[in-house]
């Protein structure tokens, strides 16, 4: 036999360099160990990889479209804002010297907006006036169906001027071309149908559909008289050279009481931009709710892994590798499968924006250019990589912290071992920094720290529930109800078992049906406020240009109709804020919930007296006959937001003349009414001499509305009649839109629940197996062990089901309550539904993983089992 | 006397992955009532197998199987689940007890299972019988691995089944917890007329049977 030499010792002085290279094969043994390991596939990953694809993907789908639409909005922004600068008053048009300023320094195109009826025989609608001038569209193009050039359209025939209408309208009213059509007092001929106006999206929220005509028609109609309602629009086309800032600062400096509002190509459409922001940041939010669901699927995945790989471990710390060896092979094996369900997620959000996003794009109200844009797929990268370290950190921190003699015993179990300080630290760390991405990235950083910590708080309490419901589940099983009852007891009991992962199962699905039940409550006790409470207190009619000398004419007529009850008129004017206690607008430090009030121009009316119904809160009402400076009575909750007190200062810019008047009394405003209710009241000498009309609400029965509207129209066509049951309708049918778009992001976070849910029920299957072989030798039938599973499943969705209904509610009270200050209904319908939703999800999952266990044969599984 | 338990020239043929393969051929044997049978042989010579026919846990693919004068040959699941209710308990080397169930209701179930009158009492007297009654409530968990086959021998034979089958039922204690653990299932088997058919590869067990039965590569050796 050949004998082996023993090796030779080490010399003493390669001792040391020994060590370092016992440092660096450390990681070099643990790379390649972990690789070896990933060798065996993937299989103990598809829920670890399915809860970090859905989160991620998601985000990465919400910003990459939103991307898109931030980008047709900017590269259209000629085209949507119909010039390259924009600038608008309210009331009156350019002064000569303010069109001369402006012809000066580029091409220019006039137009004129307002509200008004249309007419043909007896059928009316409500639509949105636009008058344009010659050059109109300076951007983009016009299109009418069946070609031809709009200007040319719109070119008066025999001294009738022509008027293009949206589709939707010209059917409402059956026009066909050559119809004779009233709109306000004037006649225009019907000529066609609007295929594309090109700053459609800058015009903000429409009352009604379109209709275009010329600036000298409705000015020939006598529909542009002084005091009317309307807003006339400047578009200009500059110089590709001209810097749109100092243009801007140019027209305040020659004209700083113009009171007119600026904007440029660069935020054409500041309506629609507010407004895909915030709907992009609370879908990305949402988003953010689905990883942090995933990353409880995420932990147990990675706990349910490692257990089974106790020999494994066992082994290689026999074999001499250190607890900190072990956690680096474990830690660079998750690491690997995370970054490749970021790396799958990434490319199917993104991807499937991209491909499909053309394909949807011509439906869009809104510009888009779909493309794959790298920011938001780094954000959704980073906020998964961020999640997935957070989730994983705590299971692998154990293989730190286990004892040899604990792996060998078999007595181990990841979640009840303290990972230690150092690891404590690293997760708040890791936690602080996803909570900073999220909200340093995000465009509405409040609305994120708001909603992170309604998440937050959210997973504490539904940890906790979960963790409380399986503790009297454990002790249920034990106690008379389930004497005689082994398929509850067993139920119960499976529940309540520390490793049934009901905490978990708990929280995620509960998040999910949470998140639904939250937006359908919402929804439904919105569509409540606005189909069943306001219209109790709203009037039937708005009236809008009621001329002075109308109205105790209008009065009598209106009041005449069967079935009106109430008239309340008012005179009304239209100003833009510039100053708040002597110091500019834009400089003002405000309250940012008041902000609404200086962004563009605010209702204005003046009075004698106090105003019926109004509550005076602080300060008092200027007598009947006063005469002195101006007043102004401001709404009391606006008014402390931009910062005003009694003796303070407002100047507003009515038809381009500054009015600075002190604040004497607050007032309380009722706006869900929807009476006549003013931001600002003036003393009645303030706006001496200024021309304006008058609006008015008329409360009616429904029965009274179309009398009401035949006899207003008839008799009066300049006044514009505004039946507020169909506003409230267009307004209820947008928020119900909005609902659907949010109730599919909800829908996001429920589907990594269920990936949760499928996961537990998959870990659990082993059990169920030996549960069911044990259960047949001591003589239970197939139907009675299949029942304990389904009970256990029913019951466990059942508990998350009622847990998401109690948080959800308690979220859309909240929202309810604190946001729009109105009563609570909570739903029955969607009540059961969420209870039985969340029951019915997961007997699903579980029976899904039941039928397995019950068909493998007693012997087999027993025998396996004892090894 | 009818027998028991009778086997007629039985066959089990299991698949595998490298191809079926028999592992019982051509047993028949009876048992009276009230015998005691103890089945040795080498590792792999089908003891254990035979065992799970008997407990109806594994169908036959050749021969008759009649037990407590069923046959159980062309039984179904359910059927089989019925025959063993109350009639035959079963204790295996690792125990198998529910790991979410106390002790007593580990002993609870079959009576249950079984529709018995007051299935606690009876519990806590077979607990008490094992020796057990201070440890009620405590999960398998708690339990040494001799107590848990304790509790495991208790829930065998609550029912007062009429066959108690017993796959090496020492095998996973030491020497002294095994010795305890057998004569304690002697005892109670006497004392409960239970005809006793053990798998093992103790002689020293064997020979407390009153009959013994070797295998060698599935079948009974002459």
């Not at chain 1, 789908?61 to 980008?71: D, H």
């Not at chain 1, 439904?524 to 009236?543: T, Y």
Request: aromatic letters at 6%; hydrophobic letters at 50%.
């Amino acid at each position: 036999m050949t004998e082996i030499a023993p090796d030779a010792p080490a010399a003493a002085g390669s001792i040391a360099s020994s060590q370092d290279s016992r440092g660096f094969n450390a990681l070099r043994f643990a790379w390649a160990a972990a690789l070896r390991e990933l060798r065996g596939g993937l299989a103990g990953f598809r829920v670890f990889l399915a809860c970090l694809i859905l989160g991620v993907g998601g985000i990465a789908a919400v910003g990459s479209v939103t991307t898109a639409i931030e980008r047709g909005l900017a590269a259209e922004g000629q085209s949507i804002l119909g010039g390259d600068a924009a600038l608008t008053f309210s009331y009156r048009f350019a002064s000569d010297d303010e069109r001369a300023w402006m012809a000066e320094r580029g091409k220019v195109v006039e137009m004129v907006s307002m509200r008004s009826l249309l007419r043909k025989d007896e059928e009316r609608a409500l639509a949105e006036v636009k008058g344009v001038s010659a050059g109109y569209p300076l951007y983009g193009e016009a299109l009418i169906a069946g070609g031809g050039d709009l200007l040319e359209t719109l070119r008066p025939v025999d001294g009738v001027h022509g008027i293009v209408t949206e589709r939707v309208l010209a059917q409402r009213l059956d026009l066909q071309p050559g119809d004779d059509v009233k709109v306000g007092g004037g006649t225009f001929v019907f000529r066609g149908v609007i295929e594309q106006e090109p700053d459609r999206a800058s015009g903000g929220f429409a009352m009604g559909p379109r209709v275009l005509t010329s600036v000298e028609g409705l000015r020939e109609a006598g529909m542009l008289q002084a005091g009317v309602l309307f807003e006339a629009g400047y578009r200009l086309k500059l110089p590709e050279t001209g810097d749109l800032d100092a243009i801007e600062a140019e027209f305040e400096q020659a004209f700083p009481e113009a009171g007119a509002r600026w904007r440029d190509r660069r935020n054409a459409a500041p309506g629609i931009n507010r407004f895909v922001d915030r709907l992009g940041a609370f879908l990305t939010i949402v988003g953010i709710a689905a990883l942090a669901v995933g990353g409880v699927g995420i932990g147990a995945a990675v706990r349910g892994y490692l257990t089974r790989k106790v020999p494994t471990i066992a082994a290689l710390r026999t074999l001499g590798a250190t607890a900190g060896t072990v956690f680096s092979i474990y830690l660079i094996q998750i690491g690997m499968i995370a970054a490749l369900g970021i790396a799958i997620g990434v490319s199917v959000g993104g991807g499937v924006v991209a491909l499909l996003g053309p394909v949807f794009a011509k439906d869009l109200p809104v510009p888009a250019e779909f493309t794959l844009y790298p920011a938001p797929l780094a954000e959704a990268a980073l906020f998964g990589a961020l999640a997935a370290m957070l989730f994983t950190l705590w299971p692998l921190a154990w293989l730190r912290r286990v004892k040899p003699a604990q792996l060998f015993r078999n007595a181990v179990d990841p979640q009840q071992i303290w990972p230690g300080w150092q690891i404590v630290l690293a997760l708040v760390l890791l936690a602080a920094a996803l909570a900073g991405a999220i909200i340093g990235l995000s465009t509405t950083p409040k609305l994120a720290a708001w909603c992170l910590g309604g998440i937050a708080g959210a997973f504490v309490i539904l940890r906790l529930l979960g963790w409380m419901c399986a503790r009297v589940a454990r002790t249920l099983s034990h106690s008379s109800l389930a004497q005689r009852r082994p398929g509850l007891r067993l139920a119960l009991g499976a529940i309540g078992a520390p490793s049934a992962g009901t905490p978990g199962v708990v929280l995620a699905l509960g998040l999910g049906l949470g998140v639904l039940a939250a937006i359908a409550q919402i929804d439904h006790n919105m569509q409540k406020l606005l189909k069943d409470q306001l219209p109790e207190d709203a009037p039937a009619f708005f009236f809008v240009d009621i001329q002075s000398a109308q109205l105790d004419p209008f009065r009598a007529q209106v009041m005449g109709v069967d079935g009106t009850e109430r008239l309340e008129t008012a005179p009304m004017l239209r100003g833009i804020v510039t100053e708040l206690n002597g110091v500019p607008a834009k400089e003002a430090t405000i309250d940012p919930a008041g902000a609404w009030v200086l962004r563009g121009d605010r209702g204005v009316s003046y009075s004698a007296t106090v105003p019926t119904g109004v509550a005076i809160t602080e300060g008092a009402w200027w007598a009947e006959d006063y005469s002195g400076p101006p007043l102004v009575s401001i709404a009391e909750e606006e008014g402390r937001e931009l910062g005003l007190s009694i003796g303070g200062s407002v100047t507003v810019n009515i038809l381009g003349r500054p009015i600075t008047a002190e604040v004497a009394n607050f007032r309380k405003v009722e706006w869900r009414g929807m009476g006549i209710n003013f931001l600002m009241i003036l003393s009645p000498g303030a706006l001496a001499g200024a021309p304006h009309t008058h609006i008015a609400t008329l409360y009616a029965d429904q029965d009274a509305e179309a009398p009401v509207m035949r006899t207003v129209s008839r008799n009066m066509p300049n006044v514009t009649p505004v039946l507020v049951r169909e506003q409230i309708d267009t307004v209820s049918e947008s928020l119900g839109k909005l609902g659907t778009a949010t109730r599919w992001g909800a829908l996001a976070v429920l589907l990594t629940g269920l990936a949760v849910l499928i996961g537990t029920a998959a870990a659990g299957e082993e059990r169920r197996t030996s549960e069911a072989a044990i259960l047949k030798v001591l003589g239970a039938s197939r139907r009675a062990i299949l029942a304990s599973f389904a009970l256990r499943a029913a019951l466990t969705g059942a508990i998350a089901g009622v847990v998401a209904l109690f948080w959800g509610s308690l979220s859309a009270w909240s929202v309810m309550n604190y946001v729009f200050d109105t009563p609570f209904t909570l739903p029955l319908g969607s009540t059961v539904a969420i209870i039985l939703g969340g029951a019915a999800l997961s007997l699903l999952a579980g029976l899904g993983f039941a039928l397995g266990p019950l068909r493998r044969k007693p012997a087999r599984v027993l025998r396996t089992a004892a090894g | 006397m009818e027998p028991l338990v009778r086997l007629d020239r039985i066959g089990l043929t299991l698949p595998s992955q490298a191809g079926d393969v028999e592992i019982l051929k051509g047993i028949s044997m009876d048992v009276a009532p009230g015998e005691s049978v103890a089945i040795v042989g080498p590792s792999g010579s089908g003891k254990s197998s035979l065992l799970m026919v008997l407990g109806g846990l594994e169908r036959a693919t050749g021969g008759t199987v009649s037990v407590l004068g069923q046959d159980l040959t062309e039984a179904d699941e359910d059927a089989l689940a019925a025959l063993r209710r109350g009639r035959v308990g079963v204790v295996f080397q690792s125990f198998h007890l529910i790991p979410t169930m106390t002790a007593i209701e580990n002993i609870q179930v079959p009576l249950e299972i079984a529709g018995h009158d007051d299935p606690v009492a009876r519990a806590s007297e077979m607990l008490a019988a094992v020796g057990l009654a201070d440890r009620a409530r405590h999960y398998p968990a708690q339990l040494s691995g001799g107590e848990q086959q304790r509790v495991a021998l208790a829930r065998a034979l609550a029912p007062g089944p009429e066959l108690l089958l017993a796959d090496e039922p020492t095998g996973n204690l030491d020497g002294e917890t095994g010795t305890q653990v057998t004569e304690l299932m002697f005892d109670l088997a006497r004392q409960f007329g239970a005809t006793l058919i053990l798998v093992t590869h103790s002689d020293v067990l064997a020979q407390r049977c009153g009959r013994v039965v070797r295998m060698s590569d599935g079948r009974i050796a002459a």
